[in-house]
Structure formats: C-alpha cells, structure tokens
C-alpha cells in the first residue's frame, strides 16, 4: 500500500520561501508510471493544483504560481519536494502531495493516492 | 483554463435516499487520445481527498456499488443511489484533459 507524508514548517513569514518535502513509502518513487503532485487547499475552500514532477524531472506547473513555484525529485530518498517563494497571506492552506496515475495504453489518469495534508500559515 | 462549475453546492440528503450531483465544464474534456479525463473525489471531514470514480464512469478499487458516474464531453454527473452516514463530506470533480488541472468547487454533502 503506497503513503505519502508531507513535511515542513508550519509557519512561514511573509516574503519568505515555503518548502515542503512528500516522502513516498510502500512504492518506489522511481517505479511505474506516475507523476508527482501537490496540490492546496485553504481553509474551507476547494483544491487548487499547484504542479506535477515526473521522475525523469520533467514538470509542469499552473499558471498561476509557476513564477513562484519549484518541484523537484529526489529518488534516492523517495521523495519530491516543493518550493514557493514570495509568500504571503494568500498561499496560508493545507498543501497536499498526491501520486497521478498516468496508463496510457487503457486511457487511464487519475490522482490514486493522497498524503494527509500538512497546514501551512504564512504570517508575521 | 477550464472551468468546473459544480451543481448543487450543497446538497441535504435523507439516510437511504438517492443523491446527485452536476460537474460542467466551460470547455469539452475529451482528449486529442479521445478519452475524457473527468474524475469525482470525496473528501471526508478533516480527511484528504479520495478518489470514488476516473474516467467518467469507472469506480475505483474499494468504492462502494452505490457510487456511479456519467455523462459527456461538458455535462457529467456523480449519483449515490443510496445515501449512507459515511458519504457526508465535500464531493469534487476534476479534469486532467488540458492544463492546469482543474477542480470543481465542492458540493457538500449532509444529512437532513
């Protein structure tokens, strides 16, 4: 059964760089075909995707936040971790790392498996 | 980007009784492959989301029989024939046609 953890600060000041890192357990990082991806949520509104990482490096990121954002993989340790600089108050949520199952052959994509979400508040 | 505009937001449901909700896209969600990459959610109270169902119809492994998907190229439609105490929570559909991903707002689910 393949889990996904997310870890980093909770607190972040204003201006400063989030970082948080996905650890990938039960599943090599490396194995199948998979993208990587985190996706936020704030508090008591809906999800909004932030990027995706493959393991050959390859990413793609939402419009939105790709002058910001950063998502890098690390197969050695089975992980994949997110960077977002300039932060303010509007980028406080619950981040979510999330494995895309991409099946090519059978026309299947889909987000199998979340991590629970770690709470970041950006403040002073 | 494409937009999801889901339909009720919130939708009071009787224990045992059917439930329905809408997903529309503002643009057709079939691939250039011809696949249409149109998925439902569930998020529990204070859970992550889960996925119920992926390519319109497909349920997941472990999803309940009384979950099922339909529809086509914008409209598309997620039923439970028969509401249980554990479907309460925010339902989302989600589209991995076109970039950026994108998802619906989130239609909550109670009971009466």
């Known amino acids: 059964q393949v889990q996904l953890q997310e870890s980093g600060p909770g607190l972040v000041k204003p201006s400063q760089t989030l970082s948080l890192t996905c650890t990938v357990s039960?599943?090599?990082?490396?194995?199948?075909?998979?993208?990587w991806s985190w996706i936020r949520q704030p508090a008591g509104k809906g999800l909004e995707w932030i990027g995706r990482?493959?393991?050959?490096?390859?990413?793609n990121y939402n419009p939105s936040l790709k002058s910001r954002v950063t998502i890098s993989v690390d197969t050695s340790k089975n992980q994949f971790s997110l960077k977002l600089s300039s932060v303010t108050a509007a980028d406080t949520a619950v981040y979510y790392c999330?494995?895309?199952?991409?099946?090519?052959?059978?026309?299947?994509?889909?987000?199998?498996?979340w991590g629970q979400g770690t709470l970041v508040t950006v403040s002073s | 980007d494409i937009v999801m505009t889901q339909t009720p937001l919130s939708s009071p449901v009787t224990l045992g009784q059917p439930a329905s909700i809408s997903c529309r896209s503002s643009?057709?969600?079939?691939?250039?492959?011809?696949?249409?990459?149109l998925s439902w959610l569930q998020q529990r109270p204070g859970q992550p989301p889960r996925l119920l169902i992926y390519?319109?119809?497909n349920r997941f492994s472990g999803v309940p029989d009384r979950f099922s998907g339909s529809g086509a190229g914008t409209d598309f439609t997620l039923k439970i024939s028969r509401v249980e105490a554990e479907d309460v929570g925010v339902y989302y559909c989600t589209q991995a046609t076109q970039f950026p991903w994108t998802f619906g707002q989130g239609t909550k689910v109670e009971i009466k």
């Open positions: 990482i493959y393991t050959s490096g390859s990413t």
């Open positions: 643009q057709s969600l079939v691939h250039s492959d011809g696949n249409t990459y």
């Open positions: 999330a494995r895309f199952v991409i099946a090519a052959a059978v026309g299947e994509y889909y987000f199998d498996y």
């Open positions: 039960g599943g090599s990082i490396s194995s199948g075909s998979y993208y």
């Open positions: 390519k319109i119809s």
